[in-house]
């Protein structure tokens, strides 16, 4: 667990993305952030923007089986994310395309924005390989704001109600739970970065709500294993 800030920003969700394998950040981030996020997180670090931009967290969305970004991403921007990931990257079309912000994607399924298009949802079904559900979390449509999921569990916006703990436990295949991040905050998905290694949140989390992440995303189980 680490509490940061990245750009000057508790919000550290909007420009880091990781998987299993790969933590995406912004090129004006300092070598000492690489270094602690590749510990944290057990991934190799590469620096990129995302069409020009350095939210990579908003724009960039991904599991275990390949990586989806913003539309707006150069082709030399997915090389340089090629290079270090097994699986495709691919680009969604569409007026709708913030990729992190508007899906939340494990290894066994994935959410996204109500109002994505279909031939959004079909590149994220073939580059992710897992079935793929359309609804809000807790009335926010991006979803990748809303919450955050590993392959051991989902912290979600606080304002869900069972039903949608109930769906979301269906579609991503594990336990739901809510909680905040960075004293109060519902924007789970804009404060917290996670992988089934370990999380980064912002540096404003509480000790209740670090304990809440714990617990929700399973980390607390893996200590045990």
Known sequence: MLRTTVEGSVYVGVYLATTNQVTLIPPTSGDELHSVLSDELETETVATTIGGAGTVGALVAGNGNGIVTSGRATDEEL?????????????????????GNCILANDHGAVVHPDLSDSAVSVIEETLVVPVERFAIGSVRPVGTAAVTTNRGVLCHPKVDDSELDRLEDTLGVRADVGTVNYGSPLIGSGLV???????????????????????????DADLL
Do not use: H
């Open 194 to 220: 996670a992988n089934t290694s370990g999380f980064i949140v912002g540096q404003e989390t509480t000790g209740p709500e670090l304990g809440r992440i714990e617990e929700a995303l399973g980390y607390l």
């Open 79 to 99: 090389a340089r994310i090629e290079a270090v990931t097994e699986g495709p990257v691919a680009a969604i079309p569409g007026r709708i395309n913030a990729a």
